[in-house]
């Protein structure tokens, strides 16, 4: 792992469990008063999804609009796309100081996050690119094992991604056990995510699992309160880690 992502994934393992807010759940005519709402409410990640149309049935944004959102929260970018690797650059020159592969996307995944890892955060050099690699619900997590070498996080997707109004899939809770006993028995301290399906409803259940980054959307904005809600869900989140193990879900493995 090198130094500079660790600065990152130092920060956010402190931090941890953390959300990550998904802005394109919010209103996009009144997108810059959003995000500011967003930073006034404790939120610390700003969750992008990118949707080639190719991978996914939907087409989202591309690093234009990762560009444009003018915060100074973290910049969580999501590529759900075919064939990244020659896409990643684009996102972190647009601003991205987190960047979510697929292990599904391509053939030479290695190759993507060996590139990512070379790369210099774009709004700043000392913090690091963080590389995560997310897995859709019917990819087998023994996939990620030749790759720890290679990433920070592993997210853990549990919703078919690309089709609306799906419920939290119960096996990731399996799923996510399986892979912190895998970073255990590897030896490797590496951020787990769970992102799709997540509302106040099942937030604390969710918590229980162990991941460090909770990706939510649609539950912040709904409701057309963004403010109240994500403080809300912000102090849900807290009091469920609450007499957890610090490192939220089991032991980790720490060097």
Not at 114 to 126: C, F, I, K, V, Y
Not at 192 to 219: E, F, H, K
Request: charged fraction near 20%; glycine fraction near 10%; hydrophobic fraction near 45%.
């Amino acid at each position: 792992m090198q130094m500079q992502a660790k600065t990152l994934f130092d920060e956010l393992r402190s931090k941890a469990p953390l959300l990550s807010v998904g802005v394109l759940s919010a209103e996009l005519t009144s997108l810059g008063s959003q995000v500011r709402l967003l930073e006034r409410a404790g939120v610390e990640l700003l969750h992008f999804d990118v949707m080639d149309g190719r991978f996914c049935p939907l087409m989202t944004v591309g690093p234009g609009f990762v560009k444009a959102v003018k915060t100074a929260l973290l910049k969580d970018v999501h590529l759900l796309v075919e064939e990244p690797l020659g896409k990643v650059e684009s996102y972190v020159a647009a601003g991205a100081d987190i960047v979510t592969v697929h292990v599904e996307s391509c053939r030479h995944i290695h190759r993507v996050l060996q590139e990512l890892g070379r790369m210099a955060n774009a709004n700043d050099p000392a913090r690091g690119i963080l590389r995560g690699l997310a897995l859709n619900p019917g990819t087998p997590i023994t996939s990620v094992e030749p790759l720890l070498d290679e990433l920070e996080m592993v997210v853990l997707v549990a919703v078919n991604p690309g089709w609306s109004g799906q419920e939290f899939i119960a096996s990731t809770q399996r799923r996510a056990e399986n892979l912190i006993d895998m970073f255990n028995r590897a030896k490797k301290d590496v951020l787990l995510g769970i992102d799709g399906g997540i509302t106040r409803a099942n937030l604390a259940d969710v918590v229980q699992m162990g991941p460090d980054i909770i990706v939510t959307g649609s539950a912040v904005f709904k409701e057309g309160r963004p403010l109240e809600t994500a403080r809300s869900m912000i102090s849900v989140l807290k009091r469920a880690a609450t007499g957890l193990d610090v490192n939220h879900g089991g032991i980790r493995y720490v060097e």
